[in-house]
Structures are given as C-alpha cells and as structure tokens.
C-alpha cells in the first residue's frame, strides 16, 4: 500500500495547521487550527473490506508529573508510551481519500462525539485523560485531535499516521473504543499496512 499525507513529508515536522496546540512566546502553548490533514492512499490489496486509520505518538512520557511545569523538564530518560490522536474504524472500502479539516476543524472543548463521524466510525483519543482534571475541558475525545506534546520536553515528538487494509467490513467496535482496543479487534484481519511519519516540538530549544 501507499500512504500520503499531504503537507507531512516523512521525518519532517508537522505543520502547525494539524496541531491542538501551537508554540506561544508568551505562555509556552496556546490553540492551533487542529484540522485533520488530507490522508490518501491506494493499492490496496485484492480482499480488502474495510480500512482503520490511525495516528499515534509514541514518545509520550509515562509519567506525567513535570509536564509543562515551569521551571521543570521532562527527562529524555523517561520511559514512554503511546498517546493516540486519530482512530478510525470500519472505513469502507471504496474509500480512498479523507480530505483536510473533514474530521476536526478547530479545538472543541469538551471533545467531538465518538460513533459515526463523516468517514468511519470515531474511536476515542487519549486527550480524554489527559484533559480530565482541567473543568473547562474535560470530556470524551473522539476523532482527531493533532500534537500538542508537552513544552518542556526534553524530546522530540514523533506522529504516525497509518492506514491499514482489513479482510473485515467492521470490528463490531461500539461505544467508548480506544486504541488498545482498536489494536486487539484488528490483530490478525490485517492484509497491508502504510505510514507516514512526522515531527513536533514545543520546546523553543528544539525548534527549527
């Protein structure tokens, strides 16, 4: 299979049009557009019935008690972990192309609604947890939410965007599904996978 994400080439940063926050001078991060970015791909293999889309960062840190403090860092030693941005399940499989902004346009406090969305079926992202303790944002966040990696991170964020071509027409998902859940429902129906990788950083010292 092949992937494109358009505005994202592989192993360069993500434009800041795709992010959930943006870089502020004045208090480290502030909202950005948050818009999906345009994903296309094709040569799908022959048996395929349905595709998962999915984004993922897997450089967040496992404990989260430095995130964005001032005066503090979050150690390139902590272990890390998955934090999932983009979950889509059950895209059909005449579909080859989500547009830009088609998922997300925009911070929606509070979160967008899992269930059916314009293409496939919104899984949960881990902007749920992590915006739980905050009154004015807290809810369940389904769909795409983009980067927004904390700002005193010793590290480089990476983001990856894939595409995966199932022997299935639905994982039978419902409710609140998250990424662990989407990645066990598939184990096993997966005929080809594709990905792009991107960058971002809020640190001012790691950005270009």
């Known amino acids: 299979m092949k992937l494109d994400v358009r505005g994202i080439e592989e192993g360069q940063p993500v434009p800041e049009a795709f992010a959930f926050g943006v870089y502020s001078e004045a208090d480290h991060m502030s909202f950005g557009p948050n818009r999906n970015p345009e994903m296309a791909w094709d040569e799908a293999p022959e048996g395929t019935r349905s595709f998962v889309v999915m984004m993922f960062d897997p450089d967040v840190p ?6 964005n403090q001032e005066g503090k860092i979050v150690s390139k030693d902590i272990p890390r972990v998955d934090f999932f941005h983009w979950l889509l399940v059950d895209v059909p499989a005449n579909i080859r192309l989500i547009p830009e902004g088609e998922d997300s346009d ?12 314009p293409v496939g079926i919104r899984g949960v992202n881990n902007y749920t947890q992590f915006l739980a303790g905050n009154p004015d944002m807290a809810g369940v966040y389904a769909g795409y939410d983009g980067p927004c990696p904390p700002w005193n991170d010793e590290i480089i964020h990476h983001y990856h965007f894939e595409v995966h071509a199932l022997d299935v027409e639905s994982l039978g998902l419902q409710g609140e599904f998250d990424g662990n859940d989407v990645r066990e429902a598939m184990a096993g129906h997966v005929l080809a996978s594709a990905r792009v990788t991107g960058t971002y950083t809020l640190n001012p010292d790691l950005r270009q």
Do not use: I, L, M, T
């Open 106 to 117: 925009g911070v929606r406090p509070k979160g967008k609604e899992c269930g059916p969305g």
């Open 62 to 67: 496992s404990v989260a008690d430095d995130v």
